[in-house]
C-alpha cells in the first residue's frame, strides 16, 4: 500500500510503500521539477520531495503555485490522497498523481465572502499611514522591470522606507530588506493602502480605493509598436470605460523616450497629470550589469554564441509562439539559445528544453538577459527598444506580420520600414540571417537613428533620476 503524509515541520512531501525501492520519484509542474530522495531497505521505501527549490542561483524558496504530476517508477499512486495543509510557504493537496500546489493564503480569505471582508476593511483602512513603498510587478508573477530597478536605487537612497512586493506566491524572490505580501492575504490588503506610494508597471486590477496622501507611479512596461488601449482595433465601450477608469488610479506616468510620451498619453486619455520621460530604469543593467555573473549564473561559458528568443504574447492564444525550433537553431547557430516567453504565457505550458536551450521564461529580469545576448531575435515586442541600448544585432522573426497588424492589434509605425534589422518569414530565413556578416553594416545607420529617437535617456541613470523626483515630490521621506 502507498501512503502520504507532509512533514510540515521540513516542509516535505512524503511518500512511502511497500518493496523495492522505486528507480525513480519525480514532482513534475510548469515551471519546478523536484526530485525525490529515495531511500528502504528492500521491504519498505520513502520517497521524500523537497516542497523548495532554488532557481537561477537565488535562495530556496517554495514551489511556484500550479498543478503537479507525481510521478514514481512502477508505483500506483490512485489511492494517495493528501488533504489541503497549509504550510508557512505554500499550501499542498494531492489526489492520485495529481498534487496541486497553492500560495500560502488561509482558504477562509479566497471564498467571496472572505475577499469581501478584506476588501471592506481595505475600503475603510486609513491609507498612505506608512513611509512605504507598494511594488508591483507583472501582477506579482515576478520582481523585476522598472520597479525592480527602482528599488534598488531607492534602498540605497532612501533606507528608512519600508519596501512591500506583492507577489502571486512565495517563490517569487523580492530584494534584500523587502517584505513579500502574497497577493490577496490580509497582509497585501494592508500594505496596498498603508503604503504612500504604489509603484506598477501595469494594471492596479482588484478593487483599488484611492487613499489621501496615496501616489501611485505607474511606470508602464515598454514603448509601444503596437496599438495600445483606447488605440487598439475592435474596441467597445465598457473597455473604453475601463481604460479610463483605470488611468485615473495613476498620479504619474513614466516613458522611456518622448515618442512614448505622446501614445501613452493619448492611448489612456493621461491628460492634465505629469509624465516622466527620464529613460527606463530596467535598462540601467545593460550598462551597468554583470554579463559573467548572469552567465555563471545559467551555465553559459564567457566565449558561448548566445541567441535570446523573446516574441511579445498574442491576444488569439494563451501560449508562447512556436515559430522557432530552438533546439535546431542552437545547433544551426552554433550557440546558447534562451527561450524567454512573454509575462502573460509565464503560467502556460512547461519549460522548453533541449541541448543548448534554456527556458527562461521565469527568469525574473529580462534587462540580465539583454546583457548576455549576443543578437536578439524578436518580433513585435518592446524589448526591441530595450535591446537597442546595447547596439548589438536584432532579428525579426515576423511569419504572422499581416495578421498581427491588420487584425489582432496594428502598428504605430511601419516595421518593415524602420526596423534596425532584418524581417525574415521563417526559421531558414532567419538562419541564413543569422549567418550573414554584413548584417551590421547593412543596417547601421537605420540602428543610430533608432538608438537616437528611442533611447536618448537611456543612460545608466534612470533609476537615480526617477527615485530623485520621488523624494524631491515628497512622496516618501528618507
Partial sequence: MTTARI??????????????TPASAVLDGPRARVEARLTGRGKTWKATFALEASRWGGPLLPLPAGEYELRIADVDLSAVEIPATLLPGLRIAA?????????????????????????????????????????????????????????RVLATEAPSVRRYWSVADLSVAVPEGAIAVVEGSPEWWRARAAARLLVVNDWLRRRFARKAG???????????????????????????????????RWDVLLAQNTYSERILRKAYAFFGRPIWVEGYPRNDALLTGDAG???????????????????????????????VDPEELARRADAVVLVRGHSRTIDTGRDRAGAR???????????????????????????MFDFSVTG????FLVPDLDHYRGQLRGFYFDLAARAPGPLVRSQDELATALADDAHEERYAERYAAWRAQFNARDDGHAAERVVARILDQGYLTR
Fill in 7 to 20: 512533514d510540515e515541520a521540513a516542509q516535505r512531501l512524503v511518500i512511502s510503500g511497500a518493496g523495492a
Fill in 95 to 151: 489526489s492520485g498523481a495529481g498534487v496541486t500546489i497553492s500560495a500560502p493564503v488561509d482558504p477562509v480569505y479566497e471564498t467571496v465572502e472572505g475577499q469581501a471582508t478584506l476588501e471592506g476593511r481595505y475600503v475603510a483602512q486609513a491609507g498612505g499611514t506608512e513611509n512605504a513603498v507598494f511594488f508591483e510587478s507583472f501582477y506579482g508573477r515576478t520582481v523585476g522591470c522598472n520597479p525592480q530597478a527602482i528599488d
Fill in 214 to 248: 496615496q501616489k501611485v507611479l505607474q511606470t508602464w512596461h515598454g514603448t509601444p509598436l503596437k496599438r495600445l488601449a483606447l488605440h487598439r482595433p475592435g474596441f467597445d465601450p465598457r473597455r473604453m470605460a475601463a481604460v479610463v477608469k483605470e488611468s485615473r
Fill in 293 to 323: 555573473a548572469v552567465r555563471a549564473a545559467l551555465g553559459i561559458g564567457d566565449d558561448e554564441r548566445v541567441l535570446l528568443y523573446a516574441p511579445t504574447w498574442r491576444d488569439d492564444r494563451a501560449e508562447m509562439v512556436d515559430f
Fill in 357 to 383: 536551450v534554456i527556458d527562461v521564461t521565469g527568469y525574473p529580469e529580462t534587462a540580465r538577459l539583454l546583457l548576455i545576448a549576443d543578437a536578439l531575435i524578436t518580433d513585435y515586442s518592446s524589448v
Fill in 392 to 395: 548589438r544585432p536584432m532579428y
